[in-house]
Every structure is written in C-alpha cells, then in structure tokens.
T-cell receptor, first 116, second 116 residues
Framework: DAGVTQSPTHLIKTRGQQVTLRCSPI?????VSWYQQVLGQGPQFIFQ???????GRGNFPDRFSARQFPNYSSELNVNALLLGDSALYLC???????????????FGSGTRLTVV | AQSVTQLGSHVSVSEGALVLLRCNYS??????LFWYVQYPNQGLQLLLK??????LVKGINGFEAEFKKSETSFHLTKPSAHMRDAAEYFC??????????????FGQGTTLQVKP
C-alpha cells in the first residue's frame, strides 16, 4: 500500500509569490492534517480536514488556506510568501481524524519549501 | 492548554549505552502522549504511544517510555543505543476536540547522536 504522498518534494519560491502543496492520503483515509516544521523546531499544526470540511485551524495567518477534494486528497496554499514561511510542510492522514487515542496519524515525507 | 517540553535539544551517547530522552507535559485533561522519530529528509514515524492503558509502553526498535503522572513525564529510553538510532526525536501530546477532530502538539525535539 502506498503511504502518504506529498508533492513536490522540494521547491524554491520568491518572496511575495504563491505556492500550492499537494497531499494524497493513504487509501481509505478520510482526514488530512497539515503541519509546518521550521528548521530546528517541532511541527506546528496548521489545518485539519475531514470529509472535505475544515475541522481545525492552527495559529497561522489568513495567507494560509487549504482544501480537501472528493477523493480526500488535499492542497495547502500559501499566498504572499515571506522568508519565514521557509519550512518542511508535513501532511498526515488518518482514517477518521479522531484517532488521537490511537495515534493513528501517518505522516508523509514532506515538502521542503525555501523562500528567497 | 496542553504543552510539551523536551529537556535537552541534543543528547550524545556511545554505541551500546543507555538512551534517555526527557519529555514533560502539561495537560488539563488526561493526556495521550506520543514519541515520534524523524530521520534526515524524512517525515515522522511513530515510535510508541500512551493512551491511558499500561503506564510502561513498549514501542518499535527497542524503545520504551513510562508515563508518570506524579512527575508529568513521559521519558523515552532504550537500554543499548545503536548507530541507526541517530535521529531527531519528538514528544507530542494530543489535543482532542469534537468528533473527527484532533491535533498533535509537539515538543522542540531532541537530536540523538550515537558515537561509535
């Protein structure tokens, strides 16, 4: 079985540009979460989606947005990029989004975004 | 509000020595706690989890952790370090909201170096 797939693996953008990151969850998983991991820090929660609806949002500016498609894949969009947005963006999928008791989140390998 | 503190951003041990990575948590409700490992240029892999069952939790690769409520700790240990254990380790606590929601709050991470 394929795991959580993220694309692209790396990209470089210029300040002020916009970027779209993509995530395909494990087959059958209906929930996708996004995390930002700045170099040297732990991941920080950005969004969670379940059944195409936003179920949670972290403390990030409105420049960050996301959506989930009928096939449960997801996109994370970041507008007006800042140097501080440079980070590893991780996607995690789970069956129903509430497997906090089971730790049932599977993470992808991430997209490394560099803003110059 | 839940939070996690990892004591020591960098731990160095000799191959074959005991590994001890420290994690303290803060939670207003009974916590669910996790340890994840991250190898270079990869996503997060779940090592083990505590979900209010046995306080001594055994995980993959010979790691285990003990939940101590009185000390609000969840330290990760391994009796004998191997070179392949060199990685970044993250302690996390789950925040569970309404149905189909949940997120992880991560500590800052501890880099484990294993010397030959």
């Amino acid at each position: 079985d394929a795991g959580v797939t993220q694309s692209p693996t790396h990209l470089i953008k210029t300040r002020g540009q916009q970027v779209t990151l993509r995530c395909s969850p494990i087959s059958g998983h209906k929930s996708v979460s996004w995390y930002q991991q700045v170099l040297g820090q732990g991941p920080q929660f950005i969004f969670q989606y379940y059944e195409k609806e936003e179920r949670g949002r972290g403390n990030f500016p409105d420049r960050f947005s996301a959506r989930q498609f009928p096939n449960y894949s997801s996109e994370l969009n970041v507008n007006a990029l800042l140097l501080g947005d440079s980070a590893l963006y991780l996607c995690a999928s789970s069956l129903e989004g509430r497997e906090w008791s089971a730790g049932g989140y599977t993470f992808g390998s991430g997209t490394r975004l560099t803003v110059v | 509000a839940q939070s996690v503190t990892q004591l020591g951003s960098h731990v160095s041990v000799s191959e074959g020595a005991l590994v001890l990575l420290r994690c303290n948590y803060s939670s207003s409700v009974p916590p669910y706690l996790f340890w994840y490992v991250q190898y270079p240029n990869q996503g997060l892999q779940l090592l083990l989890k505590y979900t209010s069952a046995a306080t001594l939790v055994k995980g993959i690769n010979g790691f285990e952790a003990e939940f101590k409520k009185s000390e609000t700790s969840f330290h990760l240990t391994k009796p004998s370090a191997h070179m392949r254990d060199a990685a970044e380790y993250f302690c996390a606590v789950s925040v569970h909201g309404s149905s189909n929601t949940g997120k992880l709050i991560f500590g800052q991470g501890t880099t484990l170096q294993v010397k030959p």
